[in-house]
């Protein structure tokens, strides 16, 4: 009986999570252009990778902008969280406004921003040269630029998911146990650092997770505003998979190149839960 | 808080540290409207304005003939609806199992479904690719439905919200001679919807954004999706910026329209989603 | 140690008033209890006088000092949640000396008064564990302890048995008595139940609707209360009251029976209506019955030493009589009392003397 109802999910699963996930692993041990037939190469391509200099500054590329857009994600997540949680009239509207870029399609997002990052006609350096700098970044055509500027819009666009997740960890907090802390004299920070945050690290590390397994896959910003340059400089892993698969058609490299990734988010989330006892409080 | 604090100073930082933060967020979103009705002659100044003297709806409709928009826009309609219903009924099905029924692997199954959730969605894609492929279905509906249609995500969702459905209205039901088709029909589908709703939701907000894979599984014009007409048309006219910005507007729309009113549903299901899955 | 004095305390939340105005001494070392029905303002009293809500108007002082305006932390008062509301990231020691933390008190004092406190409360083996890891009952001592661990001018509980089981309340309650013997702090107690409230207070303050209906002594307010309000609320089961109008020769019942009143200051004017109020231990083997009611019995409930019989009066009011020993089953009862245990109340249920 049970699997009558089962049986949708489990074929749609087996179908497109289940057999492909085995499938990318055994692609990953073959060359395969999709016109000849594959053919098995052992771990040709793992090593290939290991020596592939693009590659390597890919990975360069896509841990600086995990490095750099998952802590500032995080901290002014939490900062605008604290915030709007004492804000007590248009909470609402205010959490909807900071929501609205996590919803809108990444393609939009990345086009409105290579307009206003547009080096000569942009709102971004015209408010730099407003405030008197006088030779602001080309951004998106300055290798040095361009990723920062890729930062940027991903902090602006994935900011309120974390908030709103912050904001309803904080709204778990019982009023009861601040209260125990205002007869307790914990004020202002001290409330926030013995009271708020530990009673708020559940929500903290799950935000961490996601963020983080998220930024791993950034794609459509570097796809529309700078297509993985220039020169490679914002080439990200996941671009650099459809870039071998999808236009060099390199199937088995592409699929190697995702193994790696995966690896990267298995041992995150691994990493994550054997630390966790060290600092994430349930109630 | 119960006790109105008295550092009204702090109270004035963060206000405007709050309004700051939404005039950041918000400002794109103005300058998207304000490019797309701009002239050209307005677009090029220096510095740039937000106000448009003389503005000039005419974009919104050359996005229409000069790449195919309104069939993207329809096939986009058609295959986000098609997922979000797909989604709703597999994904409630399997919920249902999962939080009413018992049977043997019930707890080894879940917890396979709920390891799919850590595998990134493009660690599939090239064997998904593969399969839609051999299955000749480049190009077709279904091969940018079928592969959505079952969400690891929805399931947990809704298999969380099943299981506060007390037992007993259950138990009863069965006493009453209902069958499990009439149960999950009438009593834990309606009982539910709150958590339908979030995934419908939730489905709708992120296949209408999907990019990656209808732009590696559609190859005409006229099987493109929005997102992918957009990018083309960033291909095409990299300096048309307000037909770029028309285009964006428009791509955006059905899905602010849809999360402004279902905003309470959206959250909900997000944060029950992360106090699920601790 | 300090006394508590309010004077025109009032609280409005957002323009809807829940306390009208209270004047309320509590001496230095008292025990006082508020009790009143579900919705009538303790919990929002209590936490006034704890400054977890601010004061609408009114003056409240602690140990002589107006604590308006006072932190919380700063009014040397410590409070018992119902909920526990322990810190549930930390274990028991640290729950217990967090205040002191919070004030730099330095850590080898700390860990003495942490150590006295669950000594106190018999929680030394348990200073390791988190609050999860606890009982219900074990939780309580945890908070009684955080309380105590503070040394506080004075004790504020809010209904901190209630979520125990009846048991363990009662076990509970007589060590909070033994505390308050041993400390001597004024302490100030939330409670529904009223043998908590007879049992604990050395006051007893009976609310309604955000109005103290009267403070005293707890026998005092049983014996002679001020209202049919308070005679009602204290007491178990409740008094009975029967409605009469006044007559020449005392009170007539509904059916016509004239029944004698004790000696009143004021009697009342023939012809107004009154209720009369007499409890059911009245009728428990008065030594000398002067009076008698005819009732026509319900049920009659046997619960080994005494019964209770629960009929009808002459206008059809529920009556409620205790006997001793096992009653007889009868339908009609014949019920003695003393005319000297009966309390008047006019219409508008205050009492006539
Ligand atoms: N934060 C608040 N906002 C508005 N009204 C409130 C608030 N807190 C309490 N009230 C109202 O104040 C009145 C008194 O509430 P309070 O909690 O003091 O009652 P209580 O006597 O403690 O009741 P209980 O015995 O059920 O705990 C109630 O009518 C309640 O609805
Ligand atoms: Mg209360």
């Given at each position: 009986m049970a699997w009558l109802f089962l049986l949708p999910s489990l074929v749609l699963f087996l179908l497109f999570t289940g057999l492909p996930v085995v499938a990318a692993l055994v692609i990953s041990f073959t060359q395969w252009d999709l016109f000849n037939p594959p053919q098995f190469v052992g771990l040709q391509n793992y090593t290939s990778l290991f020596n592939d200099r693009i590659f390597g500054q890919v990975m360069g590329n896509t841990g600086l902008y995990v490095l750099a857009s998952v802590p500032i994600q995080i901290v002014l997540g939490l900062l605008f969280a604290l915030g709007l949680n004492r804000v007590i009239h248009g909470k609402t509207v205010l959490r909807i406004a900071y929501f609205l870029p996590v919803v809108t399609s990444t393609i939009a997002a990345a086009l409105v921003w290579s307009w206003l990052f547009n080096?000569?006609?942009?709102v971004v350096n015209a408010l730099l040269s407003a405030v008197g700098i006088a030779e602001p970044p080309k951004w998106l055509s300055s290798s040095k630029w361009a990723m920062p500027a890729v930062i940027i819009v991903s902090v602006w666009q994935n900011l309120g998911n974390g908030m709103v997740l912050f904001l309803a960890g904080l709204q778990n907090i019982r009023q009861d146990v601040y209260d125990a802390a205002a007869l307790d004299a914990a004020r202002g920070w001290k409330r926030l650092w013995f009271i708020t945050l530990p009673l708020l690290s559940p929500t903290t590390f799950f935000v961490l997770i996601i963020t983080l397994i998220g930024s791993f896959q950034v794609f459509e910003l570097v796809f529309i505003m700078t297509n993985a340059g220039?020169?490679?400089?914002?080439?990200?892993l996941v671009f650099y998979i459809y870039q071998n698969g999808f236009?060099?058609?390199q199937m088995g490299y592409a699929s190697a190149a995702a193994m790696i990734l995966f690896a990267i988010v298995l041992f995150i989330t691994l990493v994550q839960y054997r630390l966790q006892n060290r600092w994430v409080h349930y109630g | 808080m119960a006790r109105p604090t008295r550092h009204s100073a702090w109270d004035w930082v963060i206000f405007i540290a709050l309004l700051a933060g939404v005039i950041i967020t918000c400002a794109p979103f103005a300058w998207m409207i304000s490019t797309a009705i701009k002239p050209n002659a307005e677009v090029f100044r220096f510095p740039p304005t937000l106000w448009v003297e003389a503005p000039l709806w005419d974009n919104f409709l050359r996005v229409f003939t000069v790449i195919p928009f309104g069939r993207a826009f329809a096939n986009s309609l058609m295959v986000t609806g098609a997922i979000t219903i797909l989604q709703l009924i597999v994904c409630s099905m399997a919920a249902y199992a999962f939080a009413c029924l018992q049977f043997r692997g019930r707890e080894v199954l879940f917890l396979i479904y709920l390891a799919a959730l850590m595998v990134p969605s493009q660690v599939t894609l090239i064997p998904n690719f593969l399969v839609v492929r051999n299955l000749g279905w480049i190009d077709t509906y279904q091969g940018l439905i079928l592969p959505f249609a079952f969400s690891s995500f929805g399931t947990f969702l809704l298999r969380q919200y099943f299981k506060t459905i007390p037992r007993e209205l259950i138990e009863a039901s069965r006493l009453d001679g209902c069958s499990h088709w009439r149960i999950y029909l009438f009593i834990v589908l309606p009982l539910g919807k709150p958590a339908l709703a979030a995934l419908a939701i939730f489905a709708f907000v992120s296949q209408w954004n999907n990019f990656l894979w209808p732009l590696i599984t559609t190859t005409k014009p006229e099987m493109q999706t929005v997102q992918i007409a957009l990018s083309t048309l960033q291909g095409q006219f990299n300096t048309d910026w307000p037909l770029l910005m028309a285009g964006s507007v428009l791509a955006t729309m059905p899905v602010l329209a849809v999360f402004i009113l279902g905003n309470k549903a959206f959250i909900s299901g997000l944060t029950a989603g992360s106090f699920g899955g601790k | 140690m300090a006394d508590v004095q309010l004077s025109g305390v009032q609280k409005a939340y957002e323009g809807h008033r829940v306390l009208h105005g209270i004047d309320l001494a509590i001496e230095d070392g008292a025990f006082c209890v508020f009790v009143g029905p579900s919705g009538c303002g303790k919990s929002t009293l209590l936490r006034m006088i704890a400054g977890l809500e601010e004061v609408t108007a009114g003056v409240i002082s602690i140990g002589g000092a107006e604590v308006n305006d006072t932190d919380p932390a700063d009014r040397g008062v410590a409070m018992v949640f119902q909920s526990y509301a322990l810190y549930p990231h930390m274990n028991v020691a640290e729950n217990m000396g967090f205040g002191l933390r919070m004030t730099g008190t330095p850590r080898a004092e700390i860990d003495r008064r942490v150590s006295a406190a669950a000594e106190t409360l018999r929680i030394g083996e348990l200073l390791r564990r988190r609050p999860a890891q606890l009982s219900g009952g074990q939780r309580q001592r945890v908070a009684i302890g955080r309380a105590i661990t503070r040394r506080p001018e004075v004790f504020l509980f809010d209904?901190?048995?209630?979520?125990?089981?009846a048991e363990l309340r009662v076990q509970m309650r007589v060590e909070i008595a033994k505390l308050h013997k041993s400390l001597g702090n004024t302490m100030i107690y939330v409670t529904h139940d009223q043998t908590e409230a007879m049992t604990l207070a050395d006051k007893i303050v009976v609310m309604r609707a955000g109005r103290v209906e009267q403070a005293g002594k707890p026998l005092d307010l049983y014996v002679?209360?001020?209202?049919a309000f308070v005679a009602g609320f204290l007491g178990s089961p409740r008094m009975n009251f029967l409605s009469a109008t006044v007559s020449n020769g005392g009170a007539t019942l509904s059916d016509g029976q004239i029944i004698a009143l004790p000696p009143l200051f004021a009697s009342p004017t023939p012809g107004t209506a009154l209720s009369i109020g007499l409890r059911?231990?009245?009728?428990?083997?008065?030594?000398?019955?002067d009076a008698w009611l005819d009732l026509k019995v319900d049920v009659t409930e046997h619960l080994g030493g005494t019964s209770f019989v629960y009929a009808r009066g002459p206008g059809g009011e529920e009556v409620i009589i205790e006997q001793r020993g096992a009653a007889p089953e009868q339908d009609q009862i014949r019920a003695g009392f003393r005319v000297a245990d009966v309390l008047v109340f006019d219409a508008d249920g205050q009492r006539i003397r």
């Open positions: 080096t000569n006609f942009g220039p020169a490679n400089a914002t080439n990200t236009q060099f058609y | - | 209904e901190p048995l209630s979520n125990l089981d002679d209360p001020d209202n059911p231990e009245h009728f428990s083997q008065p030594s000398e019955p």
